[in-house]
C-alpha cells in the first residue's frame, strides 16, 4: 500500500476484480501506521503487558460509553481482566502533585504522556493507586508514583513497541528532513522535545496520532536516555 501511495494508486488498481475485501485499514485515523503496526492482538492475556498502537479512550467499566479519560500512544499497559470487547488495565507512571492529578506521565519528572483522566476519574475510589513521592529539584513540584486502573476497548493493543518506533524513526527521517536537516534524537533531553517538534510539524503533513507517536519516540530516544555524543 506503501508503494501504491508512491506510485498515486489507490488500494482498488491493485484489489480490482478480486472477489475479496479490501485490506483491513483499521481506521480512517493513521491508517499507514495501522497498516505496519496492525490494529492489535487477536487475543490478549491476563497479566500480559502491551502497547497502545493508536490514542484510545478510557472507560468506567466494561459498559458505559461514558469516558473517562484518555490512554496515548505508545504507552505500556497491563491487561487485569477481559470482559467482552474491553479490558481493565493496569497504567503505571508519574504525576504532579497537582489538582487532581489526573495526567500519568512515563517517569518520574519527565513529560511524557501515558494518560489523561478526566477529574471525575482520577479522584474515583479504585482507579488511582498511589505509591511513594518525591520532590523533583528541578522544579521544585511533588510527584507521586501512581497505578490507575480503568478500562479501555481491546482493539489497537500490540505486543512489540518496536514496530511502532520503527515507524516513527522512518516518519521523522522523512517528514522532518523537508525543510532541513533534522536534529539527531539525543541532540534535546525529553522535556525540550515537545517544544521543538510542535515547531516543525507545522510545516508537515502529519495527523495527529502519528504526531503523538513520533513526539513519544523523540521523547524516550533523547539526550535524557541515550548519553551518547550529539
Same mark, same amino acid.
Given at each position: 500500500?506503501?508503494?501504491?501511495?508512491?506510485?498515486?494508486?489507490?488500494?482498488?488498481?491493485?484489489?480490482?476484480?478480486?472477489?475479496?475485501?479490501?485490506?483491513?485499514?483499521?481506521?480512517?485515523?493513521?491508517?499507514?501506521?495501522?497498516?505496519?503496526?496492525?490494529?492489535?492482538?487477536?487475543?490478549?492475556?491476563?497479566?500480559?503487558?502491551?502497547?497502545?498502537?493508536?490514542?484510545?479512550?478510557?472507560?468506567?467499566? /466494561? $459498559?458505559? &460509553?461514558?469516558?473517562? =479519560?484518555?490512554?496515548?500512544?505508545?504507552?505500556?499497559? !497491563?491487561?487485569?481482566?477481559? %470482559?467482552?470487547?474491553?479490558?481493565?488495565?493496569?497504567?503505571?507512571?508519574?504525576?504532579?502533585?497537582?489538582?487532581?492529578?489526573?495526567?500519568?506521565?512515563?517517569?518520574?519528572?519527565?513529560?511524557?504522556?501515558?494518560?489523561?483522566?478526566?477529574?471525575?476519574?482520577?479522584?474515583?475510589?479504585?482507579?488511582?493507586?498511589?505509591?511513594? /513521592? $518525591?520532590? &523533583?529539584?528541578?522544579? =521544585?513540584?511533588?510527584?507521586?508514583?501512581?497505578?490507575? !486502573?480503568?478500562?479501555?476497548? %481491546?482493539?489497537?493493543?500490540?505486543?512489540?513497541?518496536?514496530?511502532?518506533?520503527?515507524?516513527?524513526?522512518?516518519?521523522?527521517?522523512?517528514?522532518?528532513?523537508?525543510?532541513?536537516?533534522?536534529?539527531?534524537?539525543?541532540?534535546?533531553?525529553?522535556?525540550?522535545?515537545?517544544?521543538?517538534?510542535?515547531?516543525?510539524?507545522?510545516?508537515?503533513?502529519? &495527523?495527529?496520532?502519528?504526531?503523538?507517536?513520533?513526539?513519544?519516540?523523540?521523547?524516550?530516544?533523547?539526550?535524557?536516555?541515550?548519553?551518547?555524543?550529539?
Amino acid at each position: 500500500m506503501k508503494r501504491a501511495a508512491e506510485l498515486d494508486q489507490s488500494c482498488i488498481d491493485c484489489h480490482k476484480g478480486i472477489a475479496h475485501k479490501l485490506p483491513d485499514m483499521g481506521t480512517s485515523r493513521a491508517p499507514e501506521l495501522i497498516a505496519q503496526v496492525g490494529s492489535g492482538e487477536s487475543s490478549l492475556l491476563d497479566e500480559q503487558t502491551y502497547f497502545t498502537a493508536l490514542t484510545k479512550p478510557l472507560f468506567y467499566n /466494561e $459498559k458505559t &460509553d461514558v469516558e473517562a =479519560g484518555t490512554l496515548n500512544i505508545a504507552t505500556k499497559v !497491563k491487561v487485569l481482566e477481559t %470482559k467482552g470487547n474491553r479490558v481493565k488495565v493496569g497504567i503505571d507512571g508519574w504525576r504532579k502533585k497537582i489538582g487532581a492529578g489526573r495526567v500519568i506521565y512515563y517517569d518520574f519528572g519527565l513529560n511524557i504522556l501515558s494518560a489523561q483522566l478526566t477529574k471525575d476519574a482520577a479522584l474515583e475510589e479504585g482507579v488511582m493507586q498511589v505509591f511513594e /513521592e $518525591k520532590e &523533583d529539584p528541578m522544579t =521544585g513540584l511533588m510527584w507521586q508514583r501512581v497505578e490507575a !486502573k480503568i478500562w479501555t476497548e %481491546k482493539d489497537y493493543l500490540v505486543s512489540d513497541l518496536q514496530p511502532l518506533w520503527d515507524y516513527a524513526r522512518s516518519t521523522y527521517s522523512t517528514s522532518c528532513s523537508v525543510c532541513h536537516t533534522q536534529p539527531d534524537e539525543n541532540h534535546f533531553d525529553a522535556n525540550s522535545w515537545p517544544g521543538m517538534f510542535q515547531g516543525m510539524i507545522a510545516f508537515v503533513n502529519m &495527523d495527529q496520532d502519528t504526531q503523538a507517536l513520533v513526539q513519544k519516540y523523540l521523547q524516550e530516544h533523547s539526550s535524557t536516555f541515550d548519553k551518547s555524543a550529539h
